[in-house]
C-alpha cells in the first residue's frame, strides 16, 4: 500500500541500481550487467525499499512506482504508442503500481480478488508488457500513472 511517508534520497550506487530496475532488468540481470554480486545486488534493493519507505517484501512494480513518484530516476520515454485502456484497466494499472499484495490490488481495483489474475492478464496482453514490473515503466512512458491533477491537465479530460 502507499504510504505518505517521504522517501531518503539514494546514494548514487543506489541510483546506479535504481535505474537498473526503472530499466527493467531484475538482480540477476543487473548482476550481470554491472560485475556486482547477485547478493550485493539484493541487498541494494533492499535498501532502496528501506529508502523509498517501502514495506519489507514489497515487490518490483512498487518499487519502481515509487522511484518514478519520488524522482530518484528518470521516467522511461515511450517506446510505442499509448494503448486505449479502460477506466477499469486504468484503475488495475494503479492499483498495481500502487500495492503488494493480490488482495489488496484487487480490492484498489474494484475487482474480486478470484479476477484478479484474468484481468491482470488481459491487462498485460493489452498492452504488451512482459510482467507487472515492465507495465508499470511503459506506463509511466506513456505519462498513464502520473498525479492525478497532472494527468488531466495534460490529456485535457476532465471527471
Not at 532502496?48 to 515509487?66: A, D, E, F, S
Not at 488495475?92 to 481495483?109: K, M, S
Request: glycine share 4%.
Amino acid at each position: 500500500m502507499t504510504t505518505s511517508a517521504p522517501s531518503t534520497p539514494l546514494t548514487p550506487t543506489l541510483r546506479r541500481v535504481a535505474q537498473y530496475l526503472a530499466d527493467g532488468l531484475d538482480a540477476h540481470n543487473i548482476a550481470a550487467q554491472t560485475g556486482l554480486s547477485a547478493a550485493t545486488v539484493r541487498q541494494y534493493i533492499r535498501d532502496i525499499r528501506v529508502r523509498l519507505n517501502c514495506p519489507p517484501r514489497c515487490k518490483l512494480p512498487m518499487i519502481v512506482h515509487r522511484l518514478f513518484t519520488t524522482q530518484q530516476v528518470a521516467p522511461p520515454r515511450a517506446d510505442r504508442a499509448t494503448p486505449h485502456l479502460g477506466a477499469d484497466q486504468r484503475r488495475l494499472l494503479r492499483a498495481v503500481a500502487e500495492h503488494d499484495a493480490p488482495r489488496d490490488i484487487a480490492l484498489a481495483a474494484t475487482l474480486a480478488p478470484a479476477d484478479l489474475r484474468a484481468a491482470l492478464d488481459q491487462l498485460l496482453a493489452d498492452t504488451h508488457a512482459r510482467d507487472t514490473t515492465h507495465l508499470v515503466i511503459l506506463a509511466y512512458g506513456w505519462n498513464l500513472l502520473a498525479a492525478e491533477p497532472a494527468r488531466e491537465t495534460r490529456n485535457g479530460a476532465s471527471q
